[in-house]
Each structure stands twice: as C-alpha cells, then as structure tokens.
C-alpha cells in the first residue's frame, strides 16, 4: 500500500501562473481533505471531498481556489494567478470514512514556492 | 469555535528521560477524538497516538503516552526515555466529524 502520493513535492510559479497540486488517496479511501501550512504554523484545513462532491470547502479561500476529486484519477487542488502570500506546504490526507475514530493519512505534501 | 492551543512553542529534553508536550482545546461537544501527530524535517505528518473522548482510559502507545482530562479539556502527551529520533515538531489536533483542528505545534528538540 503506497500511502497517500502527492505530487510533485516542490513547486516553483511566479506570481500569475497556475499551481496544480495532485494527491492520490490510500487505497480504499474515498475521503480527501486538503490543508495547508504556513511556516511555523500548523495545519489550516481548506476542503474535504468525497469522490466527485465537496462536502466542506469552509476553509478555502472564495477566489482562486478550487479543488476537486473526479471519479477517476487524483483530488487537485488548483491555484490560479498565484501570488507570494500562496506559498506554503499544501498536504493531502484521506481516511477511510468520515468522523468516529478513523484516523487520516496523511501525504508528504506539496510545497509551494511563489516567486 | 473549536480551537486547539499549544502553550510551548519549544520544549527541550535529555537523551533517555522523560518529556511531556501540553495542549488544551475548547469545545462544546461531548463526543469527540484526539490525536498527537509529529511531523519530523520531512514534513511526513505522522500519527503518534490517539484518545477517544468518551474513554477514560489514557491512551498508551509504547513510549507515548497521554494525560486526557475531559473536565480541564486537557490533552499532554509524554514521551518517555527520550530518543534522538522523536526530535520533531508535535501537532495536538481534535476531531469531530470531518473536522479536524490542529494546534501550532511544539518543536521538539533532544540532546545526545
């Protein structure tokens, strides 16, 4: 079992551009949340989705962003027209089902550098 | 709100002795679940251990352990003999549903 992938690892835009970050959930698992950590901070939850629907995107910004988890493939999470305030760690992490005592799993996460 | 506090940005300890990491959190619900996660220089989140609110039985992982007081809404861990490996940072995080808040953390450092 490979773990919650995410990719890439580091990821370099200028201000402007479009960051993509992909994440593949454990095997099994169809529950994804995305957060994202400043540094010396912990981790701000953004979204959660389950296969093809968002159930809480209450911590992603309102422009900009978007995430989604299609019925086929990874969860992206997109960031359009970056700028420095976007750089940060963005991790990925899924669970097998929602609440209770399952526990996430977490990606290694992206980072996110805007220059 | 549920918000989790970590009171110790750094906290420092001797190789082989013993280390306890604080957090408190605030939250009205009853039922609820706790976790410890670290997340060493490779940025992995691991997870250490975690507590289910409605037992009252502490959480014993190995060398990790948890002091879980519901009343006080306090949630400790302590490490116990100390190894050069558990130098990282600590995140305390509280769960409900799909929700999961975490604390700023706790950097962890271990003298040889």
């Known amino acids: 079992n490979a773990g919650v992938m995410q990719n890439p690892r580091h990821l370099v835009r200028r201000r402007g551009q479009e960051a993509r970050l992909r994440c593949s959930p454990m095997k099994g698992h169809s529950h994804v949340y995305w957060y994202r950590q400043l540094p010396e901070e912990g981790l701000k939850f953004m979204v959660y989705?389950?296969?093809?629907?968002?159930?809480?995107e209450s911590g992603m910004p309102k422009e900009r962003f978007s995430a989604e988890f299609p019925k086929e493939g990874p969860s992206i999470l997109r960031i359009q027209q970056v700028v420095r305030g976007d750089s940060a760690a963005y991790f990925c992490?899924?669970?097998?089902?929602?609440?209770?005592?399952?526990?996430?799993?977490f990606g290694s996460g992206t980072r996110l550098t805007v220059v | 709100a549920q918000t989790v506090t970590q009171s110790q940005p750094e906290m420092s300890v001797q190789e082989a002795e013993t280390v306890t990491l604080s957090c408190t959190y605030d939250t009205s619900e009853s039922d609820y679940y706790l976790f410890w996660y670290k997340q060493p220089p490779s940025r992995q989140m691991i997870l250490v251990i975690r507590q289910e609110a409605y037992k009252q039985q502490n959480a014993t992982e190995n060398r990790f352990s948890v002091n879980f007081q519901k009343a006080a809404k306090s949630f400790s861990l302590k490490i116990s003999d100390s190894q050069l490996g558990d130098a990282a940072m600590y995140f305390c995080a509280y769960r409900i549903n799909n929700d999961m808040r975490f604390g700023a953390g706790t950097r962890l450092t271990v003298k040889p």
């Open positions: 989705l389950q296969k093809e629907n968002i159930i809480d």
């Open positions: 992490a899924s669970s097998h089902g929602q609440g209770g005592n399952y526990g996430y799993t």
